[in-house]
């Protein structure tokens, strides 16, 4: 049995090391602004509705942007997307800064400067997040995960503390200011870093097209769908805390804005315990089990936080959910990572994040319109009831196990040489594969078809059918369409090492004399009155 890594390994890497140290910084600073606006908010308007608008106009942006981001993670130069997102949140947050200073904000300003930042959050993470792989090798990734969560809960344990103590002591303004400086260590450390790019063998995917793929291949890939709804779940139910925290603490805790930075230190002190207990718990348990003791432990908390009128007792509820929080999101986000191939991980995490923060989100919204009507205290204790909820649906939906299956490129596929003179554009063409199989052999047959059928669709070809010839009875026929050329050759290259095994057992079955034979047709629905695509010089062989 191999050794587990160490949850460290990844600080074994000099690139990630500096990338990590500059994330603390911007962490620090976005915690800081998190707290001032939180804050502020209480002392432009008494609803709590506004004040959980906060927390949902920062998580917002991550769900409606992350599709879009994730295809820009997957088709540009990651390094480039993080440096534009992160340059655009210093421009923004200067501006905020001064407004402030100036005291012309009202509410929905506000809201709309912190949707704004989780704009730039909404770009910056499907890149920052699918990079992890660039960065360090496979076996360091699940650490490599976890360090990330507990480099922002490190900044969550002691950046609100402080935010609360720059908010007391220079006002909202400071706050953000700090943040507006806190990128500038990140966006030096991006500069420097010169990833390895393999040269592209294809032109980049159009942007519609590459957001589409992304969907499809998540919603033909079960284990992903399962994370994705949990991870709605979790986050709708956890969000609670955060979102009306500024409210428990001007209300029940009484200690200012102090006490909110405190409040969200105990919690981020737990999720640094929680990121170093995660490898350790991982090894002992499935990864369904430490998702529902963590949704049982944050309902616990929940309930606590709600109902606690001690200063002491409130803070102390907050640190098994912060441990909590990290135990289950962390998982989500490595089952994301290491379910996807490379192409497509990008997207496949702008999506999960669609979910959970979508999630948030909504719960943010109805969170906050509950407290307005029946107080936060029955609010927080409703969430818990909610949480138990995300367990339970683990019986029904478990979490998948993490898998050995390879997601590298196959990178068998030759382009084969065509006799006629088409266009990388030319299309929609069909593909037709014969095979030979013998009548004992068909049910294995079947099933393996039934998992090519998917692979097929999930990696882009439309139209999948299976054909049975009925003179020839064992002559099977499968067949499916590309929109064109080139995304017929897309859709061979992100073939993955994992499906060659359909491959080579479909052939195995295979009885002709030769392997089963290939058709690459190009269709036209309508006879054209000259040949539009004529014949190429190719040298016979």
């Keep these: 049995m191999s050794e587990r890594p160490s949850v ?56 409606v942007f992350s599709i879009a981001a994730g295809a820009l993670a997957d088709n540009f130069d990651r390094r480039v997307v993080m440096l534009i997102a992160q340059i655009g949140m210093v421009v923004v947050s200067i501006t905020l800064a001064v407004l402030a200073l100036l005291g012309l904000l009202n509410p929905w300003l506000l809201l709309t400067f912190t949707f704004l930042i989780g704009c730039g959050t909404a770009l910056f993470n499907p890149s920052w997040q699918a990079s992890m792989g660039d960065i360090v090798p496979r076996s360091d990734l699940p650490g490599a995960v976890t360090l990330n969560s507990m480099g922002f809960n490190m900044m969550r344990s002691v950046g609100p503390a402080i935010g609360g103590l720059i908010v007391a002591l220079a006002g909202a303004a400071a706050a953000f200011a700090v943040n507006a400086v806190s990128y500038l260590p990140l966006i030096y450390a991006l500069s420097r870093w010169k990833p390895e790019r393999a040269p592209a063998r294809l032109p980049r995917e159009n ?26 779940l979790f986050g709708f139910s956890a969000t609670a805390i955060l979102a009306l925290l500024p409210s428990v603490a001007a209300d029940y805790v009484g200690g200012g804005a102090l006490a909110y930075g405190t409040l969200l230190g105990c919690f981020g002190f737990g999720a640094i315990g929680g990121a170093f207990l995660n490898g350790r718990i991982r090894e002992r348990y499935s990864n369904e089990v430490i998702v529902r003791l963590a949704c049982i432990g944050f309902a616990a908390s929940s309930v606590a936080l709600g109902y606690s009128r001690d200063p002491l007792l409130s ?46 989100a909504l719960g943010s919204w109805v969170w906050g319109l509950s407290a307005d009507v029946i107080g936060p205290d029955k609010v927080l204790a409703l969430a818990g009831v909610t949480m138990l909820a995300c367990a339970l649906v683990g019986f029904r939906l478990p979490l998948p196990e993490f898998n050995a299956r390879d997601l590298n490129p196959l990178n068998t596929f030759n382009e084969p040489v065509l006799k006629l003179d088409l266009r990388p554009r030319s299309g929609p063409i069909m593909v037709m594969v014969d095979y030979q199989i013998d009548h004992a052999d068909i049910p294995k047959f079947l099933a393996l078809m039934a998992d090519r059928r998917r692979i097929r669709l999930r990696d882009g070809a439309r139209q999948w059918g299976l054909l049975r010839d009925l003179e020839h009875p064992q002559t099977w026929t499968e067949t499916y369409h590309v929109p064109t050329w080139i995304d017929y050759v897309r859709h061979n290259l992100r073939r993955t090492k994992a499906d060659a095994d359909n491959t080579e057992q479909l052939r195995a079955l295979h009885r002709g004399d030769n392997p089963p034979l290939v058709h690459r047709m190009i269709e036209r629905q309508t006879v054209p009155l000259s040949d539009d695509t004529p014949l190429r010089d190719v040298p016979e062989v």
């Design 315 to 360: 803070h102390f509820a907050l640190i098994p959910a912060g441990a909590c929080w990290v135990l289950a999101l962390s998982l989500f986000n490595v089952s994301i990572q290491l379910s996807s191939p490379r192409w497509v991980v990008g997207r496949a995490l702008s999506l999960y994040q669609t979910a959970t923060f979508g999630g948030m």
């Design 207 to 232: 942007f519609g097209s590459a957001m589409w793929a992304g969907i499809r291949y998540v919603s033909i890939s079960p284990n992903l769908t399962t994370v994705l709804f949990r991870g709605f």
């Design 8 to 63: 460290l390994a990844p600080f074994r890497h000099e690139t990630f090391r500096l990338l990590w140290l500059a994330t603390l910084v911007s962490n620090l600073g976005g915690l800081v602004q998190s707290v001032g606006a939180g804050w502020m908010m209480t002392t432009l308007t008494p609803s709590h509705n506004m004040v959980a608008l906060v927390q949902a106009s920062t998580t917002l942006p991550i769900m």
